[in-house]
């Protein structure tokens, strides 16, 4: 199973990105799927994460009211809105299946990774 990572880009602080991932065959349907992303010289950090039926997110605190997390199961695919982005933010954005149906923030409990898409964000 491959994800490919899209949507990342140089943005102005305030602005805006839509991320999407795509699963290489139909996967991942009936399995979390979320998003994490690390800054150089940092942990992987939990970003968003959504439910197999798509009615159950869990954000960081970080990003809480500002970043949306949804999905199409019929296309394996995920997305993150990105708003109000600040410099905070920059960092490459890796997509992930979950193990199971359960959500969670925790980078082992999700089996397939995407290669990332960079996330820049000027002040």
């Known amino acids: 199973v491959q994800l490919q990572a899209s949507g990342g880009g140089l943005v102005q602080a305030g602005g805006s990105l839509r991320l999407s991932c795509a699963a290489s065959?139909?996967?991942?349907?009936?399995?979390?799927m979320g998003w994490f992303r690390q800054a150089p010289g940092k942990d992987r950090e939990f970003v968003a994460v959504i439910s197999w039926r798509g009615n159950i997110t869990y954000y960081s605190d970080s990003v809480k009211g500002r970043f949306a997390i949804s999905r199409d199961k019929a296309k394996g695919a995920v997305y993150l809105q990105l708003s109000s982005l600040n410099p905070e933010d920059t960092a490459p954005y890796y997509c992930?299946?979950?193990?199971?149906?359960?959500?969670?923030?925790?980078?082992?409990?999700?089996?397939?990774w995407g290669q990332g898409t960079l996330v820049t964000v000027s002040s």
């Open positions: 992930a299946v979950g193990r199971g149906s359960q959500v969670s923030t925790r980078p082992g409990h999700f089996a397939y």
């Open positions: 065959k139909r996967t991942g349907s009936n399995n979390a």
